[in-house]
T-cell receptor, first 115, second 113 residues
Framework: SQQGEEDPQALSIQEGENATMNCSYKTSINNLQWYRQNSGRGLVHLIL?????REKHSGRLRVTLDTSKKSSSLLITASRAADTASYFCATESNAGGTSYGKLTFGQGTILTVHP | DAGITQSPRHKVTETGTPVTLRCHQTENHRYMYWYRQDPGHGLRLIHYSYGVKDTDKGEVSDGYSVSRSKTEDFLLTLESATSSQTSVYFC????????????FGEGSRLTVL
């Protein structure tokens, strides 16, 4: 079963616009992370937010976390064509003892930014 | 670059044959993971390791085994490959002392005919 569910599945925008992706999860967590994957490549970590944090920024990225709703959002501001990629949320659960750092991934959002 | 190398990067094999994928890291981190990525499923954890000879099952471990006889290598074996194991396989590490992010290899694309 997927811990994270993301929406939208696909998002198409113009350069300069903002892109927002959402993630929902099911169990209690230690942290939630966002990753980026360019076509044919491995995943690259973007940002991590701990369960006791509500918002975090990194460059043009803004992540929010609402543990009461078990949801997160990733905002990319002033998007560029180079932001075109798949974006995944991932959660580290704190249910059931030691996590060993295991992450459960959502199905991802495909972002296309048109020049 | 987290010093992760996966091999082979591409492989085509036939149903019923054994296949071993190798993940090699150069930084001697304790935690290593094997995920598979399929359309519509995102990434799913197959097996993970928390030290030499310490491994455990993930979400989709049926049909797979792993071994870790030394820190730097984590092997994933398909004892008898099936078409349902056609996928892209990713190895990942968690850096010691890091806050929890994983670093991924470039993937191994396996096709089982």
């Amino acid at each position: 079963s997927q811990q994270g569910e993301e929406d939208p599945q696909a998002l198409s925008i113009q350069e300069g616009e903002n892109a927002t992706m959402n993630c929902s999860y099911k169990t209690s967590i230690n942290n939630l992370q966002w990753y980026r994957q360019n076509s044919g490549r491995g995943l690259v970590h973007l940002i991590l937010i701990r369960s006791n944090e509500r918002e975090k920024h990194s460059g043009r990225l803004r992540v929010t976390l609402d543990t009461s709703k078990k949801s997160s959002s990733l905002l990319i501001t002033a998007s560029r064509a180079a932001d075109t990629a798949s974006y995944f949320c991932a959660t580290e659960s704190n249910a059931g003892g030691t996590s060993y750092g295991k992450l459960t991934f959502g199905q991802g959002t495909i972002l296309t930014v048109h020049p | 670059d987290a010093g992760i190398t996966q091999s082979p990067r591409h492989k085509v094999t036939e149903t019923g044959t054994p296949v071993t994928l190798r993940c090699h890291q150069t930084e001697n981190h304790r935690y290593m993971y094997w995920y598979r990525q399929d359309p519509g499923h995102g990434l799913r954890l197959i097996h993970y390791s928390y030290g030499v000879k310490d491994t455990d099952k993930g979400e989709v471990s049926d049909g797979y085994s792993v071994s870790r006889s030394k820190t730097e290598d984590f092997l994933l074996t398909l004892e008898s490959a099936t078409s349902s194991q056609t996928s892209v396989y990713f190895c990942a590490i968690r850096r010691t002392g890091a806050t929890g992010e994983l670093f991924f290899g470039e993937g191994s694309r396996l096709t089982v005919l």
